[in-house]
């Protein structure tokens, strides 16, 4: 899903979602892909779908998440195929989220299987080329009016890919 005119370090975001100020085209993309779209006080969204190379996404590749302490009061990170839907895998792990992640700085694997660590993992079995959403709910004042300054965005490394490419 293709946002529009927040960009912070690949992580794009358009933050007339869920506003009165969003036109059709912007409520349309909103009702296809699904998202909540509640106004920006209440929580905004970011995707990318690029690693931090500008590779796309994809599901014969591990990568590492890594972040710290977001600029909101809650916040996650969901993986969506290409259709903007979750894989239609088992694994019951297509999230992080603050909870889990703890406060301050944290790292996931993103991978179709399991790491061999117990640390977080989100699954990419069966997502084929993917983006990823982070939600930032009760987003500080600070984040609304700055995004470049306030947010520092999750990196992604890719580790390594199938075939090792």
């Known amino acids: 899903m ?3 005119d927040v960009d912070v370090g690949g992580w794009r975001s358009d ?7 969003a036109d059709p085209y912007t409520r349309a993309r909103v009702a296809r892909h699904g998202l909540l779209a509640l106004a920006k006080t209440e929580a905004v ?4 779908a690029t ?16 972040g710290g302490q977001m600029p909101a009061g809650w916040w ?4 969506y195929d290409r259709q903007s839907m979750l894989p239609a895998n088992t694994d019951g792990a297509l999230s992080i989220d603050a909870e889990r992640a703890g406060g301050g700085a944290w790292s996931a ?16 079995r069966g997502a084929g ?3 990823l959403t982070l939600r930032l709910y009760m987003p500080s004042a600070a984040l609304l009016s700055a995004p470049d300054t306030a947010l520092t965005p999750p990196r992604i490394e890719r580790i390594s890919c199938e075939g090792g490419e």
């Open 2 to 4: 293709a946002f529009g």
């Open 15 to 21: 933050f007339a979602v869920g506003s009165k100020a």
């Open 45 to 48: 969204y970011f995707t990318r």
């Open 51 to 66: 690693d931090d190379t500008g590779a796309p996404l994809r599901e014969a590749c591990s990568y590492r998440l890594s």
């Open 76 to 79: 996650s990170v969901t993986l």
């Open 109 to 124: 694997v993103i991978a179709p299987a399991r790491p061999a660590d117990d640390g977080l993992w989100i699954s990419s």
């Open 129 to 131: 080329s993917f983006d």
